[in-house]
């Protein structure tokens, strides 16, 4: 079993900027690669950005692109994601997932085993 825990959200304005910290226990040594998805009232759960744990190789969603940069530190177990220029439709409540199988990384959510209790972020304009 692997546990993650959220941190970091809050309310910031346009333009601004937060650091969100997602931190593995357990099972982390398993982990193949985490991500961030995020879901807005009203909107399906989608996906932000991905990882690999060992390789540290990244991949992001079109919509976050130059903005967000997804990041981690193996000895702490922990994933960050740094988001820079926050627009109002960047509020949402954003989850870590963790997966521990693969070959490439991958914005389907079903493909990841464990996630977080997400954690609330939201942009005024």
């Known amino acids: 079993q692997m546990q993650l825990v959220e941190s970091g959200g809050g309310l910031v304005q346009a333009g601004g900027s937060l650091r969100l910290s997602c931190a593995a226990s357990g099972r982390t040594f398993s982990a193949y690669a985490m991500a961030w998805f995020r879901q807005a009232p009203g909107k399906e759960r989608e996906f932000v950005a991905a990882?690999?744990?060992?390789?540290?190789?990244?991949y992001y969603a079109d919509s976050v692109k130059g903005r967000f940069t997804i990041s981690r530190d193996n000895a702490k177990n922990t994933v960050y994601l740094q988001m820079n220029s926050l627009k109002p439709e960047d509020t949402a409540v954003y989850y870590c997932?963790?997966?521990?199988?693969?070959?490439?990384?991958?914005?389907?959510?079903?493909?990841?085993?464990?996630w977080g209790q997400g954690t609330q972020v939201t942009v005024s304009s």
């Open positions: 990882i690999r744990w060992s390789a540290g190789s990244t």
């Open positions: 997932a963790a997966r521990t199988s693969g070959t490439i990384l991958t914005r389907l959510d079903a493909r990841y085993e464990y």
